[in-house]
């Protein structure tokens, strides 16, 4: 049998059982009018938002697909590529549409099957994430799969070797439409949903002392669809993005190598694989009564480790079936991406998670007040940086040897690219356990604004820190396999252009020496662009978060009966404040993405652009983890004075550490994760204008 | 005439020059008995703190020089190198302790000469930093001068390349002394420094509401003795410390490139040159009694431009007559590295000065409380490392094919070097308008606590304001000079690896290629670095501060009568527990930063020694100046509201806006400029450890 057959089946077996696992959700009972009411009012704003941003979104795919369509016509460009640019940018919308349209209507049934029993909620919460992961790892394979198939078709004259060659260079440019949706959701997700929680805080909390997830606050609404818009269509865009991206270039890479279609079937059936062992681990997620946050957190986790222990097991086989005992080394690969996405996630788990000692002694910084609570927790994410470099570096020096990298440099870098599969190829599960966290968090301020009784919130609110620590180690995940994804990508360029020349008999040197000037500028220019990304994403916030913030003062002043509970707010006007406000914000950062790579490429040539790859992905590696960390940390720092250390909620350190959760918002929730959007966006588009940059340059 | 001897004859004339100033300044008045004895507190707490510092300094160089003798043994390193080590770290330590002493003598003159007239204090301010330049730029060339003699002579049996070739290769390996010297000065007194500033604010400002600078405050006088310690020795040491790195390492380009004795004359007669432009420079600061911030300022610039338009038109006959009219091209480096300093230096002004529009827009964010502009300062400092890139990009680009890199690798990397020589020739007077700034700061501060009328301290206030702004240019030119010598620096460790390979016949294949993974992962590694690096010296800062805060806290509750004037604060006990803190603080950065380099080549060999470079210094280059820029606009923002925007002093966004500002002295006074030590130590201990790592390296 042809295993490549089981990609379109994975991805057959991932939707019908994410279409199975909505239905569930979908049946369960929203609760009383006042919680569907809320609910409505969330789930609209989130349409309302996607809606619009697709809009946005349509004048940009219209501008590129013409650009392409031109470069087409120019032989710039493979001629599939503008389509397939649409179908990526498609899917990847999709899948984004279907987790919030389902998270949007998980969270009021999530508070309603908390008043049953801690198991019920946990198991609608996390079955609606469940259906993002498995939409987004369907979609994606079932984009692979289409085009794979049509275009064995197309190329079926060609001989096999040859054909798989050129099925790979074309799919490899296929990434961009995915990572430029991605760009979308992520920093306009991003910067919405920080906009909206800074400005609820800032009025809501501190001036006019009313509690989080109050209805009087006008920006409330605003504040949970951002959770929604953010945190599970942007991300979930951004792991679509890390998922076809590591399998296109693998593959590319596994042509290089000279494996031909055998070494194409490994990642595109390790994705399947990791599709199955992902439903199989969903079914041991479930609790007990025990609200006990480590409880709670192996409960998620067994699901994961299972499945992980699944595809560990299964691709032993699968190596060995497909590339031949002779090559069961590459194991090793998948074995060093598995747990280094696992190793990340604990790391992540240690320094952000108040049961450890770095959050502990940051809470305990809050006690000479915001000034060092802030310098502790940069410092702690600056800190954090050093073991997660480590466990990327020995990954890909283990796959890149363990492949046989030391004498054949193909093979390694094709193992490489395997590692990035193996972390990802969990991906159905671990988004699962992410994309659960707005939900419970949702659900927590559903039960807070329609009153549920206390023991609901306990269990609410047990859901919701968790979600907390799966949103921190998520992040730590997603940048992980940004990471390696885009390192993958550098070398499938490297290959890219390298046959480019060859095949079009261009007269350029390629040299990647570091200390060859272009190279070397091109580090110190990628090594910025994170900097100035996060730059630019974070100043949207702040000036998003100010319109909010003279939004909410506005509507406290001028609606009568506003602050004694008897009229409502308008929430629409804020959720419309902070859609304006997302799309506009995105448009810098979105050129700058898209413009930096061609400039780079049109001034220093390939290998300026090398360069620039390379010095992006490590410091946006770096960088990212520490926002994510300093971030995540302030959070729970936040949480654990509220919890009653330090003299708890309401004194002098709870209001320092409330600084800190303020600074660490857009660090962990705009800026950090856009980052991993803008490393692999840049690589995809440098291997998209390839054949450009390498007719066109200066030097 | 050999032309080499102008480099002793101009460090003779920087000597000299520097004690007939010094002489200038010592015959000027103290002022009041008041004066004299607060004057003699700081003078007696910063030769306290040196003495400390160079007891700790001496076991640390006695072990390294016992390792260095056994690896001469061994014939791992060059014989000269344990003795040289020495050398450059004595005069290092040298340069440091007659800076800090002229710099502590001047403090009461600079107060007592503005009871005359503002150019008077301006004189002896300004004589006083440039005592402390000339001194720097005069023992560097002492020292360099004496070893080349030296070495002329020791292998004066050998043929003229042959020696130039030893000599070179020998003094390559000499800055690690001058490096280890300023890793102490600069991160020891960095964290002195913060340690009695931060604690100062932190219970007299904040706790007790007196003023800054109130002679209450039994860390005052620690606070003004750090400004010495870290801002004067510290800036000193780094900066001779790039001074000699970037002729040492420019000479041995030289050699690489063929260019025999001709190109070694060049970078070390251009720094002669710049010696006697910046006495010449030096002449023309002078002010009139505008107390305008433009007007003072354009008065030191002056002096400074002055000094760079000779280096400028004197060096084209220098090249030429030395290098010949064909190699004129390497006239075209010079110039972009004057030029790169200078656009650097204009660039941090126009971000971190409030006559601009970044710091004035920072402070307005102080309208919605700290956490707003934390983010803004962060977003701000991250913003402002995209010019820079681009401005050291295009100056490397320009000096290498300038040089005539395009069909020379070695002319090109040669011209690289120069443009770090040409950047630092203006380092006499450079060091001079920075060494200024903490005299007027401390001049301030005596005025202040000595009861001068209000019209002396308003011309002390006019001097501190413009010492902040050369302050932040300074610390601009201090991290692009780390950054060009670091470069430099990493080129000539690949010609000294190649030699050791070709010359001791080992089986090993340098290969720089940034997809090698040694090299990928050394990248991920040294980017790392500068995060690890930043998050140990604040946290050290931290710990002293915390330190401080409980002995300010214990004085004021024990003595009695201290709050109403009557009984004086034990200042020595707070100057003592800052001298601790920073060198027990000190261990754990300095053991990373030597051991670092050397773990991360017996792992992963030369290559990934060569990525590690790289990568420590972009990551490095662009987080020192993202630090060094948010902490200098956010001292200024809080400058700016005192000045009367946004409610002034005493309103809520002036307390946002210190609770920046607090933020920003670790950033900006130590973990940013500690940074630029960083870079080029690990370079250093990578070249020496150079014979040792090709012989012994796991990959």
Known sequence: ????????????????????????????????????????????????????????????????????????????????????????????????????????????????????????????????????????????????????????????????????????????????????????????????????????????????????????????????????VGDVAGMGADLYESYVGSIVSTSALAVAAGLGVQGVTVPLVMAAVGVLASIIGSFFVKSNENTDQRTLLAALRRGVNISAGLIAVVSFFLIRAVLGPQNIRMYGAVLSGLLAGILIGLITEYFTSDTYKPTQNLSGSANTGPATIIISGISLGMLSTALPVIVVGASVLLSYFMAGGATDVGMGLFGVGISAVGMLSTLGITLATDAYGPVADNAGGIAEMSGLPKEVRERTDALDSLGNTTAATGKGFAIGSAALTALALIAAYWDEIQTKITNGGIDYILDANILNPPVLIGLFIGGMLPFLFSALTMDAVGRAAQSIVMEVRRQFKEIKGLMEGKATPDYEKCIDICTRGAQKEMIVPAIVAIVAPLAVGLVLGANGVIGMLAGASVSGFILAIMMANSGGAWDNAKKYIEGGAHGGKGSDPHKAAVVGDTVGDPFKDTSGPSINILIKLISMVSIVFAGLIVKFHIL
Request: hydrophobic fraction near 50%; aromatic fraction near 12%.
């Open 1 to 228: 049998m042809d295993l490549i057959l089981l990609a379109p089946l994975g991805s057959i077996a991932a939707l019908v059982f994410a279409f199975i696992l909505s239905r569930q959700v979908l049946a369960a009972s929203e609760g009383t009018d006042k919680m569907k009411e809320i609910a409505s009012y969330v789930r609209r704003g989130a349409n309302a938002y996607l809606k619009r941003q697709y809009k946005g979104v349509a004048i940009f795919f219209t501008i590129l697909f013409a650009i392409l369509i031109i470069l087409a016509f120019l032989k710039f460009v493979n001629p599939f590529v503008p389509f397939a640019f649409l179908t990526g940018g498609f899917f990847s919308g999709l899948s984004g549409f279907i987790g919030m349209t389902i998270a949007t209507s998980a969270n009021s049934r999530t508070a309603h099957a908390c008043t049953k029993s801690l198991n019920s909620g946990l198991r609608v919460a996390f079955s609606s994430g469940a259906v993002m992961g498995m939409v987004v790892v369907g979609l994606g394979l079932l984009d692979l799969s289409v085009w794979y198939y049509l275009l064995q078709w197309f190329y079926k004259a060609l001989p096999e070797s040859e054909r798989i060659a050129q099925i790979t260079s074309a799919m490899l440019t296929f990434g961009m439409g995915a990572s430029s949706m991605a760009l979308f959701a992520r920093v306009g997700g991003g910067i919405f949903t920080k906009a909206a929680d800074v400005g609820a805080d800032l009025v809501g909390k501190i001036e006019a002392g009313i509690p989080e997830d109050d209805p009087r606050n006008p920006a409330v609404i605003a504040d949970n669809v951002g959770d929604n």
